[in-house]
C-alpha cells in the first residue's frame, strides 16, 4: 500500500456514518415504526384479523432486518474480516425486503387498511426510497477507497 492508502485506513467519514447508521440509525428507525403502526393499528385488530397477520409479519421481518443491520454495522465498525461482504448481503436483503413490501398486505389477508391502491401506491413510493437508500450505500462499499484500504478487499 501506499501512503495515500495508508492515510484512507480506518473507520471515518462516510464509513464511519455507514457504520454509525447500521449500528443505530436503522434499528431504532425500525423499532419506532413497528410501535408506531402497531399502535395506530391496534383498534382495528379484533374487526380486521388480516391486519393483525400483517403488522406481526412487518414486525418479525423488521426485527430481523435490525439483527442483520447491528451484525453488518459490528463487522465493519471492528473491522472483521469479511465484513464489507456481510454488509452487501445486508443490502441485499433491505432490497430484497423492499421490493417484496407492497404486496404483504396482498399475502397476508385482506385487510381494510391495506391492499388498496392508495396504500400499495405508497408502500412502492417508501419502497422505491429505501431501495435507492440500499443501492447507494452498496455502491459505496464497492467502491470506496477508504473501504479498500481499511479492510484490503478486492472483489
Known sequence: MNGGDEKLKGVRGWLLF???SLTVLDPSAVIFNLFTAA?????????????????????VAGI???VF????????????PGAPAVARRYLLTVLVYSVLAPFLPYLFGPTKLGGSRESFALASINSLFTILYAGAWYVYLDRSRRVKATYGENR
Open 18 to 20: 455507514f457504520c454509525f
Open 69 to 80: 443491520s447491528l451484525y453488518a454495522g459490528i463487522s465493519l465498525w471492528k473491522r472483521l
Open 39 to 59: 399502535d395506530a393499528a391496534k383498534p382495528y385488530f379484533a374487526e380486521d384479523p388480516g391486519l393483525l397477520r400483517l403488522v406481526l409479519a412487518n414486525g
Open 64 to 66: 430481523a432486518l435490525s
